[in-house]
């Protein structure tokens, strides 16, 4: 047998798409093919004459004669067995399906009659509100009708409506009474109906239904849920729903209904939990994280322990490969002795003027420059301020650079700047290039510089070290091209490297207020590259880069490894030293900033805070004796305004010391005069001025503004004014001692000592104490001293006197008077 199509005899290899149902004819009775996974067999629809089993031989080649070639007896046999197994499968598949169907239609018979019963209920419960309707409807006319219908024709309806009782026997003056009158049993108060007792409004069938017309309707998740419960309950049982086991995040506190809420449980349910476990506690209260704990793992949830310091997680850097590094530039740093040539020297090496627009000719922030050398190397210079107050800025120049290169002036040799900045280099482990400035004058002594560094165990080439040295003259450029070949053969011994090709990570050089501007960020790229439009956050602020802008004033697209940049779209100034990170969303920049802000608020309260009695004490009896100069601090960059209070918190003792309310970048403003004002303070500006409304508001409440442009000018008068806030130190003088010998009585007086002066001399004015056995048992002041009768300023030594003392008379012969004097000696810091 064969398929319509031509194809292969039915299980003898032949091809068909294996879903495939096709119906042939066999004889007068229609067979249908039935494709199992291995095979397609032939099984004959319910009432056809069943094949025997030499029929089926036959068809399938057991008659030799009709068998197809290449057709053995044992595949013959195989496929009888498959055919035989195939049949028996199908009937009891058709018999399941029978059973299924016949259970199915059951089902759907009895919940046809549910449906119907619940159906004929609302329809019965809606024609007796109907009834029910009309009937009250009815009884309301009637008792409208009788209550406005005259007095003879209402006789018979009252005496209807009231069995027992005539209009003649009921007293004529007593007032006629309705149907509701006399209803015995009053009707309640239901919603929708008023006082007495009618309908208000219109009565709809959901109202009847309802009990009542008004009330609150049931919600969609109400009729939904109540759906469910009939649908389970119409299956057969009640089905629970599975607990979804959930990851719950747990931070160090969190509060119960932010707790609750991760859980996705009630409220009220862990608020019980809770109780249970002995804490009264509302769900905005916070508890700690052991406790939350407890409840997560008694609701069968998993605990994931999580810190508000993870938020940092997303700006960890991972480590570059090889392959991934590329060259850099270095980043040299130039310190040193203030006006020793620092700026002079990079300013020839860059054939710029920055000295001429600093004050004093000193450098007041730290500068980022590059330079491009004659061989074609670039070079990033910073150039950090000289004075001692910006030992801070100095140190965060040595943290970001590769090579330090130390000036020296040849004519004034190693100076205390000049150690500090060796110090700093050794901190940071930064190869250390000397270069020996000023060579041009007739003073220069080079080896003394030489020398002098040997005291500091900065050994040169010339004194057989490893640190090398080159004379230079910032003035003739003398020995700048030996510079710049010293500084490139250091950087490619140190085989600087990194990737450009990630996230930009940086420092923040300095930082400023500009106006019009908005906050800017001096940074030198340490690592990838930084892009406009590029989310970062930096310290406790974040932004957006809008603009890049390199040492030259010129707009850039973006800025690679050691190279500096102004950044714009700051959303605050950053502290000068803060690290910029890139984030891949402005949202995480964000959250890493807040958590910062919170962290460092947090600290600064902690060491403002006392937390026991004892250390409130102690700290309120500190500041009484203790005078503070308060102060207002603006200034033109962070760097400097972080020097400056840092310079501040140095002066003063144990007595007097200042204190900075506030410190910031800008112009001075009205908030800044109202808050100097309220304190009683001064304002300082550093390289700012106050704008009109403050100056105004300064001259109208007396608050003195003052300006500066060199540091330690500012620095020396904050000294000098908290000086003046030290009391004068009180010194005594031994003036003179007398010994009494006899005590005399004087009316009038009172007890007066006669003495005789042993030494110096014995003054009215001065003060005196009285010794007993060297021990001292008085100390006042003279209230008389004599000289035989008449009274004296003073008594020489040898000299006899009667001395009497102020408010005191237990003296007794052989005490000793010692008289002394008071001075007042102004104290300075």
Known sequence: MSDTDGKKPLGLGGSRPSNVKQSFSHGRTKNVVVETKRKRVVVPKPGAAKPTATGTANRLGGDPSKRPAGISDAELERRMKALAMSKAREAEDAAKRAAEEKARAEERERRRAEIEAKEAEDREREERAKAKAAEEEEKRRKEEAAKNAPAPAASPDMAAAAPGETAVSRPSAAPRKTDRDRDVKPRDSKPGRSDDGRRSGKLTVNDALRGGAGGRPKSMAAMKRKQERNRQK????????????????????????????????????????????????????TIDADTAELIIEEFGHRVVRVSDADVEQVIEQSEDKPADLKPRAPIITIMGHVDHGKTSLLDAIRNARVVAGEAGGITQHIGAYQVVTKSGQTLSFLDTPGHAAFTSMRSRGAQVTDIVVLVVAADDAVMPQTIEAINHAKAAKVPMIVAINKMDKPSADANKVRTDLLQHEVIVEAMSGDVQDVEVSAQTGQGLDNLLDAIALQAEILELKANPDRAAMGAVIEAQLDVGRGPVATVLVQNGTLKQGDIFVVGEQWGKVRALIDDKGDRVKEAGPSVPVEVLGLNGTPEAGDVLNVTATEAQAREIADYRAQVAKDKRAALGAATTLEQLMANAKANENVSELPIVVKADVQGSAEAIVQAMEKIGNDEVRVRVLHSGVGAITETDIGLAEASGAPVFGFNVRANATARNSANQKGVEIRYYSVIYDLVDDVKSAASGLLGDEIREKFIGYANIKEVFKVTGVGKVAGCIVTEGVARRSAGVRLLRDNVVIHEGTLKTLKRFKDEVAEVQSGQECGMAFENYEDIRDGDVIEIFERESVERNL
């Open 234 to 285: 119409a299956m057969g049982g009640q089905v629970e729903r599975e607990k979804v086991v959930r990851d719950v995040q747990l931070p160090e506190a969190i509060t119960v209904g932010e707790l609750a809420n991760r859980m996705a449980e009630r409220v009220s349910d862990v608020v019980k939990s809770l109780m249970q476990m002995g804490m009264m506690v509302t769900q905005t209260q």
